[in-house]
């Protein structure tokens, strides 16, 4: 068996994906799966590339079994730096994705490693993965976000500035965080809005949502992204979270990177995302699915900092003007871009002691490792074992690829 081979995502259609052909991930499975199908009905919302048990990628020159049954034989593959760290049986520490995003996920955050475990020891049923999820998106669209809590003086205008905003809480709650430069003040104020009664909340909500309706603003874009999510989920505590977290607008090429216990949403657009091999999600809005609102109050961090202070910035590689690398500060993963901009080149990626995961996506090439060549498209996805050298010839004027892999 090559160590170097073709393997296929698992495609995900959860609510708040995309429709059709206007779904990223979508395209990328049908461009490279023959046998797949695009329903026009049907919400295509994530490409898993991994060894995750809930959306294991397969290898189809094997008859479709699981990579990470592979690499239960080859274990080699991994490279020494992962089978130091972290257990092999698990196969790739990182979970590599493609998110197209059509409607709001909800407010959530990702536990720590130790609360992660306590979770899945106390609600087994809930958190069925005991890992931590620090992760990382980076934009192939432009790309809308809520990421953590915004400047404390952002938030104290919304509430002198919006009537009935007042009215959800007790006042001396409020009178507190008005007066005080505390994050403790931020958090009490927090855990007051999202713990407060339906009864309580939802007649103010629909005063806000018609107070907004019918006058501007001071921040026209925080109006404009209510009334979108309000129409989204209607009467849901959630879209209280629009007055106190980070609304941020990524360029392609842009990211953010989510350590444990930040609270965010990503809203609309789509784009590559790499975290550690987890599916760990603390929810409490904008979501039908299980929400733990005390969990999550009692987790994040309450770090209040400005909108463009919630980016991550890649470094472009010392050794190749072609590739950024996002290195975040997790042993798990870092993802590179590689972009190719001259037809008819031949390209080497460079050799990692890690195995890898190559995804394409845009333009076309081939890829030759040894005596093996195989063409590459738009979703092509390339697992790398480690230590191979693999180049790459380009036949289109732009090729861009994305490369995850362990960086610890």
């Known amino acids: 068996m090559a160590l170097v081979f073709k393997i296929r995502a698992s495609v995900k259609n959860y609510d708040w994906g995309k429709h059709g052909p206007y779904s990223i991930v979508a395209c990328l499975q049908k461009a490279e799966c023959?046998?797949?199908?695009?329903?026009?009905?049907?919400?295509?919302?994530?490409?898993?590339?991994?060894?995750?048990?809930?959306?294991p990628a397969i290898i189809?020159?094997?008859?479709?079994?699981k990579l990470k049954e592979w690499l239960l034989s080859h274990p080699e593959s991994l490279g020494q730096n992962i089978r130091n760290i972290f257990d092999e049986s698990n196969g790739l520490p990182f979970l590599f994705k493609v998110l197209s995003v059509n409607k709001a996920l909800s407010i959530q955050a990702h536990p720590n490693k130790e609360t992660a475990e306590k979770l899945n020891q106390k609600f087994p049923d809930k958190y069925p993965d005991n890992n931590h999820k620090p992760e990382m998106a980076i934009a192939l669209t432009d790309f809308e976000a809520l990421c953590g809590f915004r400047p404390l003086s952002e938030i104290k205008n919304f509430f002198k500035e919006i009537p009935h905003l007042q009215n959800i809480v007790n006042s001396e709650i409020i009178e507190k965080f008005l007066t005080s430069d505390s994050n403790n003040e931020l958090k009490s104020l927090f855990t007051a809005v999202m713990t407060c009664p339906s009864e309580i909340f939802q007649p103010h909500?629909?005063?806000?949502?018609?107070?907004?309706?019918?006058?501007?603003?001071?921040?026209?874009?925080?109006?404009?992204?209510?009334?979108?999510?309000?129409?989204q989920?209607?009467?849901?505590?959630?879209?209280?979270?629009?007055?106190?977290?980070?609304?941020?607008?990524?360029?392609?090429?842009?990211?953010?990177?989510?350590?444990?216990?930040?609270?965010?949403?990503?809203?609309?657009?789509?784009?590559?995302?790499?975290?550690?091999?987890?599916?760990?999600?603390?929810?409490?809005g904008l979501t039908p699915k299980f929400r733990d609102v005390e969990t999550l109050c009692n987790i994040l961090t309450y770090s209040s900092r400005k909108s463009e202070e919630n980016k991550f910035v890649p470094i472009i590689d010392p050794f190749d003007p072609c590739v950024k690398i996002y290195d975040p500060p997790v042993p798990e993963f870092a993802v590179d871009s590689i972009e190719l901009k001259q037809a008819e080149s031949k390209y080497t990626l460079k050799g990692l002691q890690t195995a890898s995961a190559l995804l394409v996506i845009k333009g076309e090439g081939v890829y030759d490792y040894k005596n093996e060549k195989d063409k590459l498209t738009p979703g092509s996805i390339l697992y790398i074992s480690s230590g191979c050298q693999v180049h790459v010839t380009t036949t289109t004027t732009e090729l861009l690829m994305f490369r995850a892999y362990c960086n610890a």
């Open 205 to 231: 909500l629909s005063q806000i949502l018609k107070y907004f309706e019918l006058n501007q603003f001071s921040s026209d874009s925080v109006r404009d992204l209510f009334l979108k999510i309000y129409n």
């Open 34 to 55: 023959d046998d797949f199908k695009i329903d026009d009905k049907t919400p295509y919302a994530e490409m898993w590339i991994g060894t995750h048990d809930s959306g």
């Open 60 to 65: 189809p020159s094997l008859g479709n079994i």
């Open 233 to 284: 989920y209607p009467g849901d505590i959630g879209c209280f979270c629009l007055f106190f977290l980070n609304y941020l607008k990524l360029k392609p090429g842009e990211a953010i990177f989510l350590a444990a216990n930040e609270p965010h949403a990503y809203l609309y657009g789509d784009c590559i995302e790499c975290m550690a091999c987890s599916d760990n999600v603390v929810r409490a």
